[in-house]
Every structure is written in C-alpha cells, then in structure tokens.
C-alpha cells in the first residue's frame, strides 16, 4: 500500500515537470522558436498550499429593511439570494410583499406562509415618489443604490438641506445641486 501512495506521487511529480520543458511542433519557417512557455506555480497551485484553494463567495450582506411592497412582475422566490439557488414558490404581479432585509439584487420577503424567500430588486415596486427638502442631522455618504455597500457617490454634511424625490427601502432618493442623484439613508434626516 506504501509503495503505491510513493508511486503515485512520483507520477503526480512527474506530471507537473515534464510540461515545463517540453515543446511543441514548430511549424516550417519557426524552428528553434518554443510555442509553449514554462509553466510557473501560479498556473499550477501546489497541492499543499491552501491559500490558493478556491474558497466560495462570502453570502451577501441583508441589510435590514421594512415595507410592504407591490410585485410589478411575475417572478420567483428563492431560497437565497441567487437566481441560482432552489426556488420556493412563484410569486405573481399584483399581490403585495412583506420586505424584511435587502441585498444588491435582491429583498429578503416574507411569504405568506411564513418562510423567507429572495425576491430580485426589478420584480417590485420599491421606489415611491416624493417631493420634500429635509435637514441633515448628521453627515452622511451618498449612495449609488439604496443599499450600504453600492457605491458611493459623494458625502453630504450636516445641517445641510437635501432635496428628496423618492424613497426606497430605508432610504431617501435624493438631488443634489449639481444633478447627481443617490441614496441617503432615512435616519440621517432631522
């Protein structure tokens, strides 16, 4: 049994040197040129080192949000928040949802069988307009989505008038002076 675990890694050695020093068929009019480079340990991770084993993508962040919100499209409800993932349920235009938390792409729901499903950003109404000059109460940054980790787009101070167009989620659509429009969220307003 020993002989064939040192056998097997003779081989796996083996495998991994010769390609570095071969070569390919040259065509007529490039002889002498390599067509193939030496492989380097990047292309090639070495079976000991786990820092370059792939790990899976983290899960996305839900940021807590509240509403009830009405479907604009037909869709499904996933069990995680990925197109990927097991779909719970259809869910149809028309009918409303209860929103509980968000993501990038997505709201976390709750049915109306009590389970927690995701539900893309595009399938619900989330944005509400509105026409209102609010205060800072504190300085804030301004997002290019209603959620924390999108970009951000500029920072607004404190005691400094905001012009809101909207809501969506727990955040106020803002305008500022030079036609940029982002996000701030609801509790930085007085």
Known sequence: MRKLGLITMALLALALVLPAFSQTYNAPGTQGAPTTQPRSSQSHPSPRDSTETSQPPEPPVIEPARGTYRLI?????????????????????????RVTGATMDF??????????????????ALFRAAERNYILGFNTPVYSRPYR????????????????????LDYLKIRMRNGTEGYVPVSSVE
């Open 73 to 97: 499209q037909n869709s499904s409800a996933y069990s995680l928040p990925d197109l990927q993932s097991r779909t719970i349920k259809p869910v149809h235009a028309g009918y409303l949802v």
């Open 107 to 124: 709201v976390q729901v709750v049915l109306n069988d009590g389970q927690t499903a995701y539900v893309p950003h595009y399938s619900v």
């Open 149 to 168: 980790a999108s970009e951000t787009l500029a920072e607004v101070h404190q005691g400094r008038n905001v012009h809101v167009i909207g809501v969506e």
